[in-house]
């Protein structure tokens, strides 16, 4: 029986910085609730194909799955995913800095 399709964000990493990206409307961005969620196999593949195209900003674009918080933000749901938006877990930097942790 074929498998359905679950809602997916597409990530990767920043060529230069080494942060975790998103997909969004308007090219990437730094948060996961910034970034488009992808209902559809056709448009998530769509998207992966063109984030392939920018290796010169990212760096291993693949899809995730997500789902909508009740305010309507996407978020991973995977726990790998979930700790990749929290920033670099070496030390304080980056993403760690900015939030109150």
Same mark, same amino acid.
């Given at each position: ?10 990530? %990767? ?6 942060? !975790? ?7 990437? &961005? #730094?948060? /996961?609730? =910034? @970034? ?10 769509? %998207? ?6 920018? !290796? ?7 899809? &995730? #799955?997500? /789902?909508? =918080? @009740? ?27 900015? &939030? #109150?942790?």
């Amino acid at each position: 029986m074929p498998q359905t399709f679950s809602p997916k964000l597409l990530t %990767a990493n920043h060529l230069q910085r080494g942060d !975790a990206i998103y997909w969004a409307a308007s090219g990437w &961005a #730094d948060t /996961a609730a =910034a @970034a488009l969620l992808f209902d559809t196999e056709a448009s998530a593949t769509q %998207a992966l194909l063109q984030a392939n195209a920018q !290796a010169d900003i990212a760096v291993g674009p693949y899809l &995730a #799955d997500a /789902a909508l =918080a @009740a305010d309507g933000t996407p978020y991973p749901t995977h726990f790998r995913e979930v700790f990749r938006t929290r920033g670099p877990s070496n030390y304080t930097h980056g993403k760690q800095e900015q &939030a #109150d942790v």
